[in-house]
């Protein structure tokens, strides 16, 4: 099945940007849904945003603006950038891929990535 390796993470600034990558190891279905979700401690884990195989995407509204969601599907590659970074944005980074199979989804995800914005 599928694997995320995601690649990234570490301390920025307040107003600076950090850029993540993951590669979908053995995605074949062409149709599907590719994007990061965030968790960060006492929060439950919140979307950050996704971009579908159709080039549809969907931005949480804390990020729109700052955050850019971009896909390399010759790779099987996603991308996060991150511009204007706040503190609130602090959080495990997680990659994900979604796809249907006939009647059913299925979902996968990254080990995720720490993120740290702090002076």
């Known amino acids: 099945q599928v694997q995320l390796v995601e690649s990234g993470g570490g301390l920025v600034q307040p107003g600076g940007s950090l850029n993540l990558s993951c590669a979908a190891i053995?995605?074949?279905?062409?149709?599907?849904?590719m994007g990061w979700f965030r968790q960060a401690p006492g929060n439950q884990r919140e979307l950050v945003g996704f971009v579908t195989s159709g080039g549809s995407s969907i931005y949480a509204d804390s990020v729109k603006g700052r955050f850019t969601i971009s896909r390399d599907n010759a790779k099987n590659m996603v991308y996060l950038e991150m511009n204007s970074l706040k503190s609130d944005d602090t959080a495990v980074y997680y990659c994900y891929v979604a796809y249907v199979d006939g009647p059913d989804r299925y979902d996968f995800w990254g080990q995720g990535n720490q993120v740290t914005v702090s002076s």
């Open positions: 053995g995605l074949i279905f062409s149709k599907n849904s």
